[in-house]
């Protein structure tokens, strides 16, 4: 089993920063995609930011210039850099991991990133 806990959520005004960051502990396979999803009220859940283990990347189009994700594979930590914060990033913050080659995908509790004046 694999266990994911996210910190770093919280309240920040548009224009501003936030870095979540999601440890992961357990039995981790070493092939693995690590990274986050949001879900908005009334949304549906999207892909934000995803990592794989050895650096490919796929980054949601809406926050591609804003947001940065990068992992410590030695820590099985995975970060969500967040600048220049807009309103509509207003969502919970899902940290996933999910093993390649598997049907095996494990989920965070969320962490709340709330944008506003």
């Known amino acids: 089993q694999v266990q994911l806990v996210e910190s770093g959520g919280g309240l920040v005004q548009p224009g501003g920063s936030l870095r979540l960051s999601c440890a992961a502990s357990?039995?981790?396979?070493?092939?693995?995609?690590m990274g986050w999803h949001r879900q908005a009220p009334g949304k549906q859940r999207e892909l934000v930011a995803v990592m794989a283990n050895n650096g490919n990347t796929d980054v949601a189009d809406s926050v591609k210039d804003r947001f940065t994700i990068f992992r410590d594979n030695g820590k099985n930590t995975v970060y969500l850099q967040m600048n220049s914060l807009k309103p509509e990033d207003t969502a919970v913050y899902y940290c996933?991991?999910?093993?390649?080659?598997?049907?095996?995908?494990?989920w965070g509790r969320g962490t709340q990133v709330t944008v506003s004046s």
């Open positions: 357990g039995s981790i396979p070493r092939f693995n995609v």
């Open positions: 996933n991991l999910r093993v390649l080659g598997t049907t095996s995908n494990y």
